[in-house]
T-cell receptor, first 117, second 116 residues
Framework: AQKITQTQPGMFVQEKEAVTLDCTYD???????LFWYKQPSSGEMIFLIY??????QNATEGRYSLNFQKARKSANLVISASQLGDSAMYFC??????????????FGQGTELSVKP | EAGVAQSPRYKIIEKRQSVAFWCNPI?????LYWYQQILGQGPKLLIQ????????DSQLPKDRFSAERLKGVDSTLKIQPAKLEDSAVYLC??????????????FGPGTRLTVL
């Protein structure tokens, strides 16, 4: 069965420093997608970054990058130059299912990031 | 472009009562999802629609939960009767049927349900 594991319930980082949020996954599929979402205290889920299982390069989106290590089944999120507004819950997720049916997302337990001024 | 709309934002009911949540996806999005997020956990899919047909409802507690998506647009999720363990945030999300490679799901603000 597909599973996402986030082992860091909470993390602290100093403003302007970089932080890495860990995510490991388990799947027997060869084709899958990995996502990171941010959930502020207001509750909405905000898409941050995506990595496909066949993508050869690590994904980057502005200050976000995904450290994808396929053999280790890890997909860690790196946030560079942390800002106070980055304080939120962060969820790693994996897409199950293929093709145009747009399969459901399997989420990890989340990591609460707090950015200190 | 308007986002995914949900109402109500908050609901408090007593156990054994009924409750309904409404979701309006982004215009043109054929796929609609309902997730349940219990405090301290990640969201869990309850049901997925493709237009007005059900694609996946394997984790929907069908003895008390029901959902419909009439005309392939708006959707309603109902709980009858509610139990204490149904207290959670109910998130609605939508995505394009012919998605980009990564099939991004756009989430609404959620409905926070408290069952007393």
């Amino acid at each position: 069965a597909q599973k996402i594991t986030q082992t860091q319930p909470g993390m602290f980082v100093q403003e302007k420093e970089a932080v890495t949020l860990d995510c490991t996954y388990d799947t027997s599929d060869q084709s899958y997608g990995l996502f990171w979402y941010k959930q502020p205290s207001s509750g909405e889920m905000i898409f941050l970054i995506y990595q496909g299982s066949y993508d050869e390069q690590n994904a980057t989106e502005g200050r976000y990058s995904l450290n994808f290590q396929k053999a280790r089944k890890s997909a860690n999120l790196v946030i560079s130059a942390s800002q106070l507004g980055d304080s939120a819950m962060y969820f790693c997720a994996m897409r199950e299912g293929r093709g145009n049916q747009g399969g459901k997302l399997i989420f990890g337990q989340g990591t609460e990031l707090s950015v200190k001024p | 472009e308007a986002g995914v709309a949900q109402s109500p934002r908050y609901k408090i009911i007593e156990k054994r009562q009924s409750v309904a949540f409404w979701c309006n996806p982004i215009s043109g999005h054929a796929t609609l999802y309902w997730y349940q997020q219990i405090l301290g956990q990640g969201p869990k899919l309850l049901i997925q629609f493709q237009n007005n047909g059900v694609v996946d409802d394997s984790q929907l507690p069908k003895d008390r939960f029901s959902a419909e998506r009439l005309k392939g647009v708006d959707s309603t999720l109902k709980i009858q009767p509610a139990k204490l363990e149904d207290s959670a945030v109910y998130l609605c999300a939508s995505s394009l049927r012919q998605p980009k490679a990564y099939n991004e799901q756009f989430f609404g603000p959620g409905t926070r349900l408290t069952v007393l």
